[in-house]
Nanobody, 122 residues
Framework: QVQLVESGGGLVQPGGSLRLSCAAS????????IGWFRQAPGKEREGVSCIRNSDGNTYYADSAKGRFTISRDNAKNTVYLQMNSLKPEDTAVYYC???????????????WGQGTQVTVSS
């Protein structure tokens, strides 16, 4: 019943853009902070961006600052990650997760999606 579904991944050339979506069902997404994470094969999962439910403040990993933008549409129960100026090192499976801000910063989520693949290659 509780579900997060990521979409929007795919193959893109370096310098290109993608917009990822995280759609929630079975609960109201705006009651939680939302985070985006990514994991490449053989690497640890890393946080990319978070958005708070209380005030909408956003946070970004250094690797994402200036290139990625997180936003939410409460009416659609959906959170987005706009990714511009993509680099090959952005290649990973991207996951969204819900939780409180402190938990997300520590990599702890209450609910997780199953991920969407992003591949940046020429």
């Amino acid at each position: 019943q509780v579900q997060l579904v990521e979409s929007g991944g795919g193959l893109v050339q370096p310098g290109g853009s993608l917009r990822l979506s995280c759609a929630a069902s079975g609960f109201t997404l705006d009651h939680y902070a939302i985070g985006w994470f990514r994991q490449a094969p053989g690497k640890e999962r890393e946080g990319v961006s978070c958005i708070r439910n209380s005030d909408g403040n956003t946070y970004y990993a250094d690797s994402a600052k200036g290139r990625f933008t997180i936003s939410r549409d409460n009416a659609k129960n959906t959170v987005y990650l706009q990714m511009n100026s993509l680099k090959p090192e952005d290649t990973a499976v991207y996951y969204c997760a819900t939780g409180d801000l402190g938990g997300l910063v520590a990599g702890i989520g209450k609910y997780w999606g199953q991920g969407t693949q992003v591949t940046v290659s020429s």
